[in-house]
Protein backbone atom coordinates (compact mmCIF):
# COMPACT_ATOMS: atom_id res chain seq x y z
CA UNK A 1 0.00 0.00 0.00
CA UNK A 2 2.97 2.36 0.87
CA UNK A 3 6.76 2.47 -0.92
CA UNK A 4 9.99 3.02 1.23
CA UNK A 5 11.20 6.79 0.09
CA UNK A 6 14.93 7.43 0.79
CA UNK A 7 16.31 8.83 4.25
CA UNK A 8 19.07 10.49 5.43
CA UNK A 9 21.10 10.81 8.41
CA UNK A 10 20.79 14.73 8.13
CA UNK A 11 21.49 16.11 11.74
CA UNK A 12 21.65 20.15 12.55
CA UNK A 13 25.05 20.50 10.98
CA UNK A 14 23.86 20.42 7.73
CA UNK A 15 22.06 23.58 7.90
CA UNK A 16 22.75 26.62 6.26
CA UNK A 17 22.06 30.67 5.46
CA UNK A 18 22.30 29.85 1.85
CA UNK A 19 19.34 29.83 -0.78
CA UNK A 20 20.16 26.65 -1.81
CA UNK A 21 16.63 25.38 -2.62
CA UNK A 22 16.62 22.49 -0.43
CA UNK A 23 14.85 22.01 2.82
CA UNK A 24 15.05 19.06 5.02
CA UNK A 25 12.75 17.34 7.81
CA UNK A 26 14.09 16.10 11.18
CA UNK A 27 12.65 14.24 13.67
CA UNK A 28 12.50 16.89 15.67
CA UNK A 29 11.07 19.18 13.85
CA UNK A 30 8.10 16.56 13.50
CA UNK A 31 7.58 16.31 17.28
CA UNK A 32 7.38 19.80 17.84
CA UNK A 33 4.59 20.18 15.15
CA UNK A 34 7.48 22.43 12.61
CA UNK A 35 6.49 19.93 10.22
CA UNK A 36 3.08 18.72 10.55
CA UNK A 37 0.83 19.56 7.53
CA UNK A 38 3.61 20.74 5.29
CA UNK A 39 2.85 23.53 2.60
CA UNK A 40 5.31 26.18 1.30
CA UNK A 41 4.74 28.25 4.22
CA UNK A 42 6.06 25.86 6.64
CA UNK A 43 9.35 26.95 8.51
CA UNK A 44 11.55 24.24 7.39
CA UNK A 45 15.63 24.11 7.44
CA UNK A 46 17.77 25.05 4.74
CA UNK A 47 20.47 22.71 4.09
CA UNK A 48 23.11 22.50 1.97
CA UNK A 49 23.88 21.28 -1.58
CA UNK A 50 23.72 17.79 -2.47
CA UNK A 51 22.34 14.76 -4.63
CA UNK A 52 18.76 13.82 -2.46
CA UNK A 53 15.89 11.77 -3.50
CA UNK A 54 13.12 14.43 -3.14
CA UNK A 55 9.77 14.03 -1.60
CA UNK A 56 6.33 15.44 -3.21
CA UNK A 57 2.64 16.50 -2.13
CA UNK A 58 1.42 13.40 -0.64
CA UNK A 59 4.61 11.61 0.88
CA UNK A 60 4.22 11.20 4.75
CA UNK A 61 7.61 11.49 6.95
CA UNK A 62 7.08 9.32 10.39
CA UNK A 63 9.76 10.16 13.18
CA UNK A 64 11.34 6.64 14.18
CA UNK A 65 12.39 7.82 17.64
CA UNK A 66 10.51 9.59 20.40
CA UNK A 67 11.32 10.57 23.91
CA UNK A 68 7.97 8.67 25.21
CA UNK A 69 6.16 5.77 22.98
CA UNK A 70 2.77 7.77 22.09
CA UNK A 71 5.35 9.98 20.43
CA UNK A 72 6.63 7.13 18.07
CA UNK A 73 5.71 7.37 14.42
CA UNK A 74 4.47 10.49 14.40
CA UNK A 75 3.54 11.53 11.17
CA UNK A 76 4.21 14.41 8.94
CA UNK A 77 2.46 14.93 5.67
CA UNK A 78 3.22 16.85 2.59
CA UNK A 79 -0.38 19.03 1.54
CA UNK A 80 0.74 20.84 -1.17
CA UNK A 81 2.89 21.19 -4.49
CA UNK A 82 6.53 22.63 -3.01
CA UNK A 83 8.16 25.30 -4.65
CA UNK A 84 11.31 23.75 -3.17
CA UNK A 85 12.96 20.56 -2.38
CA UNK A 86 12.15 18.49 0.57
CA UNK A 87 14.31 16.11 2.11
CA UNK A 88 13.64 13.16 4.53
CA UNK A 89 16.50 13.79 7.36
CA UNK A 90 17.47 11.86 10.75
CA UNK A 91 15.35 10.19 12.45
CA UNK A 92 12.73 9.74 10.02
CA UNK A 93 10.73 7.11 7.78
CA UNK A 94 9.98 8.36 4.32
CA UNK A 95 6.88 6.84 2.86
CA UNK A 96 4.82 7.30 -0.27
CA UNK A 97 1.00 5.88 0.02
CA UNK A 98 0.22 3.69 -3.82
CA UNK A 99 -3.01 2.23 -2.76
CA UNK A 100 -4.29 4.28 0.13
CA UNK A 101 -4.94 8.32 0.28
CA UNK A 102 -2.66 9.84 1.88
CA UNK A 103 -4.71 12.12 4.14
CA UNK A 104 -6.24 9.34 5.46
CA UNK A 105 -3.37 7.44 6.10
CA UNK A 106 -1.90 10.57 7.66
CA UNK A 107 -4.85 10.55 10.41
CA UNK A 108 -4.64 6.71 10.79
CA UNK A 109 -1.43 7.34 12.21
CA UNK A 110 -2.61 9.76 14.56
CA UNK A 111 -4.93 7.54 15.88
CA UNK A 112 -4.69 5.19 19.69
CA UNK A 113 -5.03 2.42 17.54
CA UNK A 114 -1.86 2.98 15.81
CA UNK A 115 -0.26 4.03 18.97
CA UNK A 116 -0.80 0.88 20.74
CA UNK A 117 0.60 -1.05 17.54
CA UNK A 118 3.58 1.60 18.16
CA UNK A 119 4.09 0.52 21.94
CA UNK A 120 3.57 -2.99 21.49
CA UNK A 121 6.80 -3.26 18.66
CA UNK A 122 8.80 -0.41 19.95
CA UNK A 123 11.95 -0.84 21.64
CA UNK A 124 14.12 1.46 24.08
CA UNK A 125 13.96 3.01 27.62
CA UNK A 126 14.48 6.24 27.96
CA UNK A 127 13.97 6.69 24.43
CA UNK A 128 11.44 4.81 22.26
CA UNK A 129 12.35 3.47 18.58
CA UNK A 130 10.28 1.89 15.63
CA UNK A 131 11.33 0.32 12.79
CA UNK A 132 10.35 0.28 8.97
CA UNK A 133 9.55 -3.48 9.20
CA UNK A 134 7.45 -3.02 12.28
CA UNK A 135 5.57 0.12 10.66
CA UNK A 136 5.07 -1.76 7.90
CA UNK A 137 3.69 -5.21 9.56
CA UNK A 138 0.51 -2.80 11.39
CA UNK A 139 -2.53 -4.33 10.21
CA UNK A 140 -5.97 -2.78 10.10
CA UNK A 141 -9.28 -2.83 8.04
CA UNK A 142 -9.62 -0.31 5.45
CA UNK A 143 -12.97 1.45 3.52
CA UNK A 144 -13.01 2.10 0.30
CA UNK A 145 -10.69 4.91 -1.19
CA UNK A 146 -13.39 6.84 -2.19
CA UNK A 147 -14.13 6.88 1.83
CA UNK A 148 -10.84 7.42 2.59
CA UNK A 149 -11.07 10.60 0.73
CA UNK A 150 -14.46 12.11 2.13
CA UNK A 151 -12.84 10.94 5.93
CA UNK A 152 -9.62 12.68 5.11
CA UNK A 153 -11.31 15.40 3.62
CA UNK A 154 -13.37 16.24 6.32
CA UNK A 155 -10.69 15.83 9.51
CA UNK A 156 -8.86 18.07 7.35
CA UNK A 157 -11.61 20.65 7.07
CA UNK A 158 -12.12 20.32 11.22
CA UNK A 159 -8.72 20.92 11.71
CA UNK A 160 -8.41 24.00 9.02
CA UNK A 161 -11.00 25.41 11.47
CA UNK A 162 -9.41 24.77 15.20
CA UNK A 163 -6.16 26.35 13.15
CA UNK A 164 -8.51 29.53 12.40
CA UNK A 165 -9.90 29.23 15.67
CA UNK A 166 -6.31 29.26 17.40
CA UNK A 167 -5.57 32.42 15.89
CA UNK A 168 -8.02 34.07 16.62
CA UNK A 169 -7.74 33.08 20.30
CA UNK A 170 -4.32 34.25 20.03
CA UNK A 171 -5.03 37.43 18.09
CA UNK A 172 -7.74 37.94 20.98
CA UNK A 173 -4.97 37.21 23.86
CA UNK A 174 -2.55 39.50 22.42
CA UNK A 175 -4.84 42.20 22.05
CA UNK A 176 -5.61 41.87 25.57
CA UNK A 177 -2.17 42.34 26.75
CA UNK A 178 -1.85 45.16 25.01
CA UNK A 179 -4.92 46.84 26.47
CA UNK A 180 -3.57 46.14 29.99
CA UNK A 181 -0.58 48.00 29.43
CA UNK A 182 -2.28 51.07 28.07
CA UNK A 183 -5.60 51.13 30.33
CA UNK A 184 -3.15 51.69 33.54
CA UNK A 185 -0.88 54.04 34.18
CA UNK A 186 2.81 53.25 33.79
CA UNK A 187 5.12 53.42 36.41
CA UNK A 188 5.76 56.94 37.73
CA UNK A 189 2.55 58.12 36.01
CA UNK A 190 -1.02 58.75 37.21
CA UNK A 191 -2.89 58.40 34.29
CA UNK A 192 -3.47 55.84 30.99
CA UNK A 193 -2.57 56.23 27.69
CA UNK A 194 -5.75 55.44 26.79
CA UNK A 195 -8.90 56.25 28.39
CA UNK A 196 -12.50 56.65 27.91
CA UNK A 197 -14.05 59.75 27.01
CA UNK A 198 -15.01 62.20 29.88
CA UNK A 199 -12.75 60.75 32.11
CA UNK A 200 -9.69 63.18 32.83
CA UNK A 201 -9.25 63.27 36.55
CA UNK A 202 -5.73 61.39 37.86
CA UNK A 203 -5.46 57.63 39.33
CA UNK A 204 -4.69 57.90 43.18
CA UNK A 205 -2.38 55.17 44.57
CA UNK A 206 -3.78 52.75 47.25
CA UNK A 207 -2.56 49.66 48.89
CA UNK A 208 -4.67 46.81 48.61
CA UNK A 209 -5.41 46.38 52.52
CA UNK A 210 -6.62 49.90 52.46
CA UNK A 211 -9.29 48.99 49.90
CA UNK A 212 -9.85 45.23 50.73
CA UNK A 213 -10.20 42.59 53.78
CA UNK A 214 -8.41 39.35 53.09
CA UNK A 215 -7.84 35.91 54.47
CA UNK A 216 -6.68 32.37 53.58
CA UNK A 217 -7.95 28.85 54.06
CA UNK A 218 -6.58 25.45 55.27
CA UNK A 219 -7.25 22.13 54.54
CA UNK A 220 -9.30 19.12 56.71
CA UNK A 221 -7.23 16.69 57.72
CA UNK A 222 -7.02 14.58 54.75
CA UNK A 223 -7.08 10.74 56.86
CA UNK A 224 -10.48 12.07 58.14
CA UNK A 225 -13.64 10.41 56.10
CA UNK A 226 -16.03 12.32 58.09
CA UNK A 227 -14.71 15.57 56.44
CA UNK A 228 -14.75 14.40 53.20
CA UNK A 229 -17.66 13.90 50.46
CA UNK A 230 -20.03 16.66 51.53
CA UNK A 231 -21.94 18.90 49.59
CA UNK A 232 -19.24 22.08 50.31
CA UNK A 233 -17.38 22.97 47.29
CA UNK A 234 -13.43 22.44 48.03
CA UNK A 235 -11.73 25.33 45.60
CA UNK A 236 -7.86 24.57 45.60
CA UNK A 237 -5.46 27.39 43.59
CA UNK A 238 -6.08 25.49 40.33
CA UNK A 239 -9.82 26.20 40.35
CA UNK A 240 -10.04 29.44 41.10
CA UNK A 241 -11.52 30.35 37.38
CA UNK A 242 -13.61 27.03 37.65
CA UNK A 243 -16.99 26.70 38.46
CA UNK A 244 -17.17 23.52 39.55
CA UNK A 245 -14.35 21.72 42.16
CA UNK A 246 -13.28 17.58 41.88
CA UNK A 247 -13.50 17.61 46.12
CA UNK A 248 -16.21 18.52 48.36
CA UNK A 249 -16.41 18.74 52.12
CA UNK A 250 -18.14 18.33 55.17
CA UNK A 251 -19.66 20.66 57.73
CA UNK A 252 -17.40 18.71 59.86
CA UNK A 253 -14.70 18.78 57.82
CA UNK A 254 -14.85 22.86 57.54
CA UNK A 255 -15.58 23.59 61.64
CA UNK A 256 -12.34 21.19 62.37
CA UNK A 257 -9.88 23.05 60.08
CA UNK A 258 -8.59 26.10 59.01
CA UNK A 259 -10.84 26.06 55.62
CA UNK A 260 -12.54 29.53 54.87
CA UNK A 261 -16.25 29.70 52.78
CA UNK A 262 -15.87 32.13 50.06
CA UNK A 263 -18.67 33.94 48.34
CA UNK A 264 -19.65 34.30 44.79
CA UNK A 265 -18.30 37.24 43.31
CA UNK A 266 -14.99 36.87 45.89
CA UNK A 267 -11.49 37.96 44.47
CA UNK A 268 -9.55 33.92 44.55
CA UNK A 269 -5.90 34.76 44.49
CA UNK A 270 -3.43 31.75 44.08
CA UNK A 271 -0.44 32.56 47.07
CA UNK A 272 1.79 29.46 45.91
CA UNK A 273 2.48 26.48 43.91
CA UNK A 274 2.18 26.16 40.16
CA UNK A 275 -0.21 28.19 40.26
CA UNK A 276 1.15 31.46 42.25
CA UNK A 277 0.07 34.62 40.91
CA UNK A 278 -2.97 33.70 39.45
CA UNK A 279 -6.35 35.75 40.17
CA UNK A 280 -10.04 35.24 39.40
CA UNK A 281 -13.04 35.63 40.61
CA UNK A 282 -15.28 33.05 42.27
CA UNK A 283 -17.60 31.56 40.23
CA UNK A 284 -19.38 29.43 43.24
CA UNK A 285 -19.94 29.44 47.06
CA UNK A 286 -17.08 27.27 48.10
CA UNK A 287 -14.28 26.74 51.12
CA UNK A 288 -11.12 27.66 50.21
CA UNK A 289 -7.50 25.86 50.91
CA UNK A 290 -4.64 27.49 52.30
CA UNK A 291 -3.08 28.12 49.05
CA UNK A 292 -5.70 30.87 48.55
CA UNK A 293 -6.59 34.25 49.43
CA UNK A 294 -9.83 35.61 49.69
CA UNK A 295 -10.15 39.12 48.81
CA UNK A 296 -13.34 41.23 49.86
CA UNK A 297 -13.63 44.53 49.24
CA UNK A 298 -14.35 47.36 52.03
CA UNK A 299 -16.11 49.45 49.45
CA UNK A 300 -17.63 49.64 46.14
CA UNK A 301 -14.32 49.73 44.19
CA UNK A 302 -15.06 47.52 40.72
CA UNK A 303 -13.35 44.06 41.13
CA UNK A 304 -13.05 43.22 37.91
CA UNK A 305 -10.59 46.46 37.38
CA UNK A 306 -8.59 44.99 40.43
CA UNK A 307 -8.20 41.43 38.64
CA UNK A 308 -7.03 42.77 35.09
CA UNK A 309 -4.35 44.62 37.31
CA UNK A 310 -3.52 41.73 39.43
CA UNK A 311 -2.96 39.97 35.62
CA UNK A 312 -0.86 42.71 34.78
CA UNK A 313 1.65 42.99 37.55
CA UNK A 314 1.76 39.18 37.51
CA UNK A 315 5.27 38.85 36.10
CA UNK A 316 6.38 41.67 38.21
CA UNK A 317 4.78 40.31 41.49
CA UNK A 318 6.97 36.43 41.14
CA UNK A 319 9.73 38.42 40.17
CA UNK A 320 9.87 40.29 43.21
CA UNK A 321 8.73 38.21 46.01
CA UNK A 322 9.26 34.57 44.28
CA UNK A 323 12.65 34.84 43.24
CA UNK A 324 13.87 31.68 42.23
CA UNK A 325 10.81 29.79 41.66
CA UNK A 326 11.56 29.92 45.89
CA UNK A 327 9.65 31.11 48.51
CA UNK A 328 5.31 32.05 48.71
CA UNK A 329 3.24 35.04 48.55
CA UNK A 330 1.42 35.76 51.59
CA UNK A 331 -1.56 37.67 52.90
CA UNK A 332 0.67 40.27 54.11
CA UNK A 333 2.51 40.54 51.40
CA UNK A 334 -0.29 41.12 49.28
CA UNK A 335 -1.85 43.92 51.91
CA UNK A 336 1.11 45.82 51.15
CA UNK A 337 0.66 45.94 47.02
CA UNK A 338 0.24 49.48 45.93
CA UNK A 339 -1.94 49.98 42.86
CA UNK A 340 -3.72 52.71 41.04
CA UNK A 341 -7.66 53.21 40.60
CA UNK A 342 -9.61 55.98 39.16
CA UNK A 343 -11.22 58.24 41.61
CA UNK A 344 -14.48 58.03 39.55
CA UNK A 345 -16.06 54.70 40.20
CA UNK A 346 -18.22 55.02 36.85
CA UNK A 347 -14.19 55.02 35.07
CA UNK A 348 -13.33 51.68 37.37
CA UNK A 349 -16.65 49.97 35.70
CA UNK A 350 -16.20 50.70 32.40
CA UNK A 351 -12.91 49.69 32.47
CA UNK A 352 -14.00 46.55 34.50
CA UNK A 353 -16.50 45.75 31.84
CA UNK A 354 -14.59 46.35 28.96
CA UNK A 355 -12.11 43.90 30.17
CA UNK A 356 -14.78 40.81 31.33
CA UNK A 357 -16.28 41.65 27.81
CA UNK A 358 -13.15 40.62 26.51
CA UNK A 359 -12.51 37.81 28.48
CA UNK A 360 -15.81 36.65 27.87
CA UNK A 361 -15.20 36.85 23.99
CA UNK A 362 -12.12 35.14 24.67
CA UNK A 363 -13.49 32.51 26.93
CA UNK A 364 -16.26 32.16 23.82
CA UNK A 365 -12.99 31.05 21.31
CA UNK A 366 -11.82 28.71 24.09
CA UNK A 367 -14.69 27.10 24.01
CA UNK A 368 -15.12 26.43 20.76
CA UNK A 369 -11.70 25.44 20.13
CA UNK A 370 -12.45 22.58 23.27
CA UNK A 371 -15.53 21.64 21.04
CA UNK A 372 -13.74 21.20 17.96
CA UNK A 373 -11.27 19.41 19.57
CA UNK A 374 -13.52 17.17 20.83
CA UNK A 375 -14.75 16.39 17.90
CA UNK A 376 -12.13 15.56 15.72
CA UNK A 377 -10.63 13.40 18.70
CA UNK A 378 -13.73 11.37 18.81
CA UNK A 379 -13.81 11.02 14.95
CA UNK A 380 -10.56 9.83 15.21
CA UNK A 381 -11.70 7.15 17.72
CA UNK A 382 -14.94 6.40 15.72
CA UNK A 383 -14.12 6.56 12.26
CA UNK A 384 -11.07 3.94 11.82
CA UNK A 385 -11.52 0.90 13.23
Known amino acids: MVDRLKSY ?3 RDVETSEETGIK ?20 LPTIKNGIYESLQKGDLILADASEDYQGIATPSIIIEDMAFQIVAGLHTIAIRPIEVDSIYLYYLINTQTFRRHGYRVGTGMKVFGISVKNIMNFTTLFPSYEEQVKTGSLLLRIEKTIALHQRKLETLKQLKKGFLQKLFPKNQENVPEIRFANFQEEWEQRKLGEITESYSGGTPGAGNKMYYGGNIPFIRSGEINDDKTELFITEEGLN ?17 GATSGE ?17 KLKEDDDSYLITQWFKKQKDSIIATYLQGGQGNLSGSIVKELTLQLPIDKNEQQKIGAFFKSLDDTIDLHQNKLEQLRNIKNGLLQKMFI
Open 9 to 11: SLS
Open 24 to 43: YIHYGDIHTKVADKITRKSN
Open 256 to 272: NSSAKMVSKGDILYALY
Open 279 to 295: VGISKINGAINQAILAI
